[in-house]
Each structure stands twice: as C-alpha cells, then as structure tokens.
C-alpha cells in the first residue's frame, strides 16, 4: 500500500498509461485517447462519465490539436490547470471530474478540471416550508450550496473551509463560518473534533452528525440540519458553523440550543406579534406532545379526583367497556399511528392519501365503535400527535414522541409524581448537555444578559435588538438575528 | 472545581430553591399551635433572625473570598480538628438530607400514592436528586433557575384562593399572643426555613467581585420571608383557627377548597409542582455534602453518590422509626449550632489568627 502511495509515474508514455489505467482497476469508463501535439505524442484520459465531453473536445482536444507555439499548457484553454507526477494524486484528480494529459517527455501529469455536472434545480425543501420567505434550498451538490450562501452574505469574512472525509468515499465537505463573529475557541473545537474523524465512507450530513455528537445517548438532536438557505444564513449570523457534505442537501448547523429548534423563518417573516404568538403555541406544544398522553394515563389510573364528576363521569364511561388498561391503550394507539406515518411517508402521494383515510376514518372510528379504545384517549393521542408535528425540525418532533414513551410508563406507575419526576429528569438531562461546549439550554442556562432573551419565548421586533458588542478589535458587531452587521 | 463559577443572580436562586421546599407546607399550622393568630409575625421575625446569621456568614466568608466553609474551617482549626468538623457537617447534611426526604415521601403517600412501597419513592427521589447533585455548580444553579419559574405558577394557584371566603378578622387583634408564643413560634418556623446555609460553600464558587454579596443573600432571605409570610397569611385568613390545628398540610388542604368546571383538585396540581422545590432541597444537601468533605472533582461525584446511597439508607430507617419527633429535635438543634455556631465561633477565631499573624509579622 506504501509503494501505492508514493508511486511516482515513469517510464515510456505507453507505461504510463498502463500505470493510470491500473490504479484505476482498469474501469472500462475511463477514456484514453491518443494524439499527437505536434510532433510529439501524448495522451488524454478522463472517465468518461465525470467529464463534460463538449468542455474537453472545445479546451483541450481543438486547442492542442491546432497549436503552432508554446507547450502544451499554454495550449490549453481552462482555467484550474494542476500539475502532478503522484500516482495517486492524478488518479484522485481523475475521480473528481478532471481531465489528465501525459507526455513522454514531462514526468507530471497536466490536470485539466472539467467536470460534468447533473444536478437538480433548486426547489423548496418539502419538509421544510414556509409561508411567507425564499422559496429556495439546498441541493446535493456542494458549490451550488455554498453558492447560495454566499449570494446572500456578500462579506469578505464570510470563511470556507473544505474537508475531505472518507477514505474511501472523498466526500468533500465544507465548514463555513464568519470568521470574527464565530467564537474563535468554538471554531477551533469543531476543527479539531473534525480533525479527529476517521471514516471509511461519509454519506449524508446526518453520518457526520452522529460522529460529533458529544451525548450519543441523549434523546436530544445536538446538531440541527436544514435544507433552507435563510435559516442556515440567520445561523451563519448568529456566529454559527455550517457543515456542508458534498451529495447531502441538508446542512448541519452547530452548535445549536434546545431553542434553535422552535425557531422558524416564517417567525421573521411575518411581522413581530404573529411571530411571538406562533413561537409561543410551539412552545405549549413541547410540554404537550411530551406530557399529554402521561397526564391522561395519571388522571384515569390514579387521580381521577381531579376531575370534576361531570366529566369524570363521561371519560370513565367510555372506559367501561375497554378491554385494556390506560397504559396499554395509549401505547397501543401511538403505535398504530407511527405505524400509520411510516407508511404513508414514502409511499407516492395518492397511495398515502389512501393510507390517510384507512388509518384517520376507518382504524380511528372503528377502534372506538368496537370499544377497544375509548374516545378520550383518541382524542389525547391525535392532539399529541399534532402537538409534535408542530416543530419546524421534524427530527425533533420524533425525539419527542419517543419520550413520550417512558413518561407514560412513569404515569402509568406513579401518577403525578412519576410525571413531576420524569419532567425534572428530562429538564435537568437539557441542562447538562453541550454542544461543542454551549450549553444546550442556552439561555436560561448561563445568564448573558436581557438581550440573548429577546428571540427565545418571544420574537420580539427586530429594531429592539441592540447592537451586542465583541470583545476584540475589527471584530463584527451583531445588530440583528437577521440582520445588518457593520465594522467598527 | 475550581472553574464552574455562578453568578449572582444563579446564587439568589440557588439559596431560594433550597430554603423553598418540604417545611412550609405543615408550617401553618405548626405555629399556630404555638403563636396563635400572630403566626405570621413568627414567621417576620425567623426571617430577622437568619438575616442576623447571614450578616456573621458574610463576616466570616469576606475574609476567606475564595475558599468554601470545608476548606475554611481546616485553615483555621488545623487539619485534625477541621477534618472533624467537616466530617461532622457531612453527617449532618445527610442527616437532614434523609430527614426532608423522609417527610417528603410520607407527604407523598398520604397525599398521592398510598399504596406505593416507600422505598420505590425513595428510590426515585434520591435518584433524581444525585443525577443533578453529581454535576457542575453551574449546571444545578441552572435547573435551579429554571425551576424557579415554576415559583410564579405556583403564586398564580395561591392567589386563587381569594376566591374562597377570606376573614382577615382572624389575624386581629394584631399582637394578641404576646412576645414568647410568637417567638417560639418562631424558633420552627427556623427549620422549616432552613436552607441558607448554602451560602457557605456556594460563596466561594460566585463569579466577579465579592460587592453586593451580602445584598443577594438579604434578598434571598427577604425573598423566602415574604413568600413564607405570605402562604402563612392565606392560611390564617383562609382557616378558622380551631380548623388550622387540625390539619397536617394547611397550604395543601386550603386549595382543596377550590373546584372549577374543568378541574376539581387544585392541591394536588400544586402538590405537583410542589415536588420539584421538595427535590430541588435535597440536591442542595447532597451537593453539600459533596463539597464538605471534598474539593475534587472526581472524588466529588463518588461522594456524592455516596451520600445518595446514605441517604436513600438512611432516609429509609427513619421510615421505620415510631419516634420522630424525638430525633428530628434532637437533629433540628444539633443542627441549629452547627450552622449558627460553628461560623461564628470561626468568625471570631478568624480575626485572632489573623492578628496573631500580623503580630508575627510585625
């Protein structure tokens, strides 16, 4: 594997060649055309399906073919021109869509970059929309979606660094940030724990996520990925890093804050007092989707007492004749319904339509006329649902709907007591975890003040925020979530 | 552990959550068996007196700004002597960390889960509170501050309890008992209270500068006061007084009382809630504990885990024993000197050893 690695081309042009085509494992997609440049012979290679044919008939083939003076890359009409004599380098450079020109006479291989692109136009991110705002996203190749950062943040601070992990994959990955907005210390956490990573393949966004998380075991998602631009550069603004993977449309942003998850574009999007309400219902609805079906379990198993006896009455006949206890009903039914989503998620839209009305009418009547459950846990367990479909980050949501689960088991033993206990679990469990050394909870974790306040429970209006100053000299002044930024 | 530093605002908090928790729940009506209609001025009065210990705390730990009551007490009583009275502060605060839990889980059968087996609750309770205890200050402090919101949800229930019929004419005339009664009734109202003495160890952990201090720990214990005053009041103007002393848990009982359309026990929704405060203490002593005997890290947390399994024992023990009432006095004044004097007995040697090294010096 050393000899590989330090392999140098030699030899004859035909040696060469052999040389190339071998390393490549003789892969029938890789082109060898043979040509002389004027009196001297050399070659082309490209894999074929990497490179754009008309780029390399147009900048390389007619411009070498037709030549009268000068040497062979001054010939040449491209504009990223490498040169190499490393076996591996060349072959490398072949995989990334460039186009290799050998001599006899010149050791160094001549690496022309004309890549061949197929990519998708940029559409909205189905599971990310919005009302009002861009209607753009990511794609899976990485220059359009840096590119569409950068069309936004029109700054020379705006920093690329690009990565390449995988040893067998090469997936190219970009770490982007405002350099002197990031805290420099998080910046350099995040390249060392990137440094660190040793992986075969890299294939998504979400690979890396799992290599960075500090807490593996939380139930908690410590990096949040997006498809949306606007989000990815209100982060980039806040002093945040995005990681980009070449081939993946979704972006990681980190480190992130339990908060970041119930922020939504459409909150800055519509005017302030819209905004706060929509922040505010999305807040409700994480207790809800965490505590309502373990609050029901409680009041029907322990603390019916709560109830005055006019609705304990209702709710209790309707369990009468419920063959299972609460617990197991409740299970039972957030079972059927992720059931229900996992099928209808992938399936082609009339498919899934169809798979809405068996499971919402048919399954959801039915259940109750043959009184295998009663009304009221339908009614709880479709409010939940609701309640954890409201987060604009859906993996989010799903972590939620699993909590959901020992905090019924902890109702189902303990009543009240169980809820407060296992409430106090999970609120202390978020305010032990960091990401990258932030503290999760930000900001009711360390007090930074009235301002970081300003855009967590409500979304206050944006000419409130103030300018919060940085420490260092030349550094930028954060104005806005959104906003303006200015050197002082 | 000598990088997690609190602010201020997080020590305010800190000391509330501690002090806010099991005893006042009974208190009401504790002190009305002693100080009859005037309870609430025991109460006023409790508060000087801790006002009082925390102005000797504050004399005592300005002169030591960035060390903790454990380190403290062995720099100047010498090694032997400190170690024996950390290890006496130690067995202390687990005492009375399996003292609060004790009544915490009785509180809990009697009200919520009569059939649950003790030790379940124990278990689950002494759990949480070491999964917190075992971190970093800063990470308690910032539960604390978070769970403190809850102390808002909790006056909104309270004050719903103007619905019921009030007689402010219970509490005159104003004065009534006489001067003994209210003190005595005072004097309990001093353990329930208890709690402040975080400050001891957690002084040393506040970040900045050591101006102001004293005024978050007098704000802390006005803070306590008044919220002790004020459910002390709701239940002097809520009960009779011949209901008061019947009644175990009166600022649970006096919610009972209440019954909307929607929701008829409003006691236990408080009691709910009630049992994150209860929890909150018991950490605080864990944590306590902790720190008495350490200043690790990593021996830190096996202290800590071990004071968990001490108390859970403990705590357990107590369960079983007919005679409380003879062991928690017995612990109430035991403790009582250990935390008023001991400081000031340090107090006061601190300024000797200090003047016996400028006496050296010079």
């Known amino acids: 594997m050393n000899n590989v690695q330090k392999a140098r081309l030699s030899g004859t042009l035909g040696q060469k060649i052999v040389q190339i085509a071998a390393y490549l494992s003789h892969s029938e997609d890789l082109k060898i055309q043979k040509l002389s440049f004027r009196d001297q012979s050399c070659a082309i290679l490209y894999v074929d399906v990497l490179v754009k044919p008309e780029s390399v008939q147009s900048n390389i083939m007619q411009p070498l073919k037709e030549s009268v003076s000068g040497n062979v890359e001054q010939n040449l009409v491209a504009f990223a021109v490498n040169k190499s004599p490393e076996l591996v380098r060349v072959g490398q450079l072949l995989l990334e869509g460039c186009c290799a020109i050998i001599t006899a006479e010149d050791e160094a291989a001549i690496m022309v970059r004309v890549p061949q692109a197929h990519n998708r136009s940029i559409e909205e991110p189905r599971a990310e929309q919005v009302v009002k705002g861009p209607h753009d996203g990511f794609i899976e190749d990485l220059s359009t979606n840096i590119y569409l950062l950068r069309n936004r943040i029109k700054h020379p601070n705006f920093k690329v660094n690009y990565m390449t992990f995988g040893t067998v994959t090469n997936t190219r990955t970009a770490m982007i940030y405002m350099d002197r907005l990031a805290n420099p210390a998080i910046v350099a956490e995040c390249e060392k724990r990137l440094g660190e990573l040793e992986l075969d393949y890299l294939y998504s966004a979400g690979n890396l996520d799992e290599m960075l998380e500090e807490h593996p075991m939380s139930p908690f998602p410590q990096t949040l990925q997006t498809e949306r631009p606007d989000r990815v550069v209100s982060y980039l603004m806040e002093g945040k890093i995005a ?138 367990i479709g409010l939940t649902a609701i309640a954890s479909f409201v987060t604009p ?33 999970i609120f202390i469990h978020l305010c032990k975890i960091q990401t990258l050394g932030v503290p999760y909870f930000t900001p009711f974790g360390p007090y930074q003040g009235k301002n970081s306040f300003k855009d967590v429970l409500l979304r206050v209006p944006l000419w409130t925020f103030n300018k919060t100053e940085r420490t260092r000299e030349g550094s930028l002044v954060k104005q806005a979530v959104f906003g303006r930024w200015k050197r002082r | ?53 925390l102005f000797a705390y504050w004399l005592l730990l300005r002169q030591f700004p960035n060390q903790s009551m454990g380190q403290i007490t062995e720099r100047i009583l010498g090694p032997y002597a400190g170690k024996a009275v950390n290890v006496a502060y130690y067995v202390f605060f687990i005492l009375i960390a399996s003292y609060a839990s004790t009544l915490y889980v009785q509180l809990i059968q009697l009200w919520m889960l009569p059939l649950t087996p003790g030790w379940v609750l124990f278990l689950l309770i002494v759990g949480t509170s070491v999964y917190l205890a075992v971190d970093r200050l800063d990470v308690i402090a910032r539960f604390f501050v978070l769970a403190s919101i809850l102390f808002a949800v909790l006056l909104l229930i309270s004050v719903m309890n103007f619905m019921n019929p009030v007689h402010l004419s219970n509490l005159l005339p104003v004065g009534r008992s006489g001067t003994m009664p209210v003190l005595q009734g005072s004097e309990r109202t001093f353990f329930a209270m208890l709690g402040f003495e975080v400050t001891l160890y957690f002084y040393a952990q506040v970040e900045g500068n050591r101006a102001g201090m004293l005024r978050v720990m007098s704000l802390a214990n006005a803070f306590v006061t008044l919220f002790y005053t004020y459910f002390v009041f709701l239940c002097l103007i809520g009960f009779s007084p011949v209901a008061l002393e019947q009644i175990n848990e009166p600022v649970l009982f006096i919610l009972k009382g209440l019954a909307y359309r929607l929701i008829d026990r409003i006691d236990l929704i408080f009691l709910t809630i009630w049992i994150i405060p209860m929890t909150a203490t018991i950490v605080s002593y864990l944590s306590l504990a902790g720190r008495s005997l350490t200043a690790r890290r990593p021996a830190y947390r096996k202290l800590v885990a071990l004071s968990g399994v001490l108390v859970f024992a403990t705590g357990w023990c107590l369960s079983t024993i007919e005679q409380m009432k003879s062991f928690s006095q017995w612990l109430e004044y035991g403790y009582f000197l250990m935390i008023t004097a001991v400081p000031a007995i340090l107090w006061l040697a601190s300024l000797l050893v200090r003047n016996k090294e400028k006496a050296g010096a010079a």
């Open chain 1, 243 to 380: 990681l980009i993977v070449d081939g993946s449309p979704s972006v990681l942003i980190l480190p992130i804050t339990f908060f970041s998850f119930y922020q939504s574009p459409d909150d800055y999007n519509s005017r302030w007092l819209t905004g706060s309400f929509f922040r505010f219902i999305r807040l409700i609805s994480f207790i809800l989707a965490i505590c309502l079906p373990a609050i029901y379990i409680a009041i029907v198993t322990y603390h019916s007492e709560v109830l005055p006896i006019g609705i304990l009455y209702s709710v209790k006949v309707s369990l009468t004749y419920v063959p299972l206890t609460p617990i197991l009903e409740a299970i039972l039914m957030q079972i059927i319904l992720e059931l229900l989503k996992e099928a209808a998620i992938r399936l082609p839209n009339p498919i899934s339509q169809t798979i809405g009305i068996v499971g919402g009418l048919v399954i959801g009547t039915a259940v109750v006329e043959a009184q295998l459950v009663s009304h009221t846990m339908i009614v709880v």
């Open chain 2, 1 to 53: 552990m000598n990088a997690p530093k609190v602010s201020k605002p997080q020590l305010f908090f800190l000391i509330i959550k501690t002090q806010i928790g099991i005893g006042l729940l009974s208190l009401p009506s504790d002190i009305h068996h002693l100080a009859k209609r005037d309870s609430w001025i025991s109460v006023l009065a409790a508060g000087m007196v801790i006002q009082i210990v």
């Open chain 1, 393 to 425: 980050i859906n993996e989010f949501g799903t972590s939620l709907r699993i909590l959901g689960f020992p905090m019924m088991a902890a109702a189902a033993m303990f009543g009240f007591f169980g809820i407060a206990i296992m409430l106090m679990l």
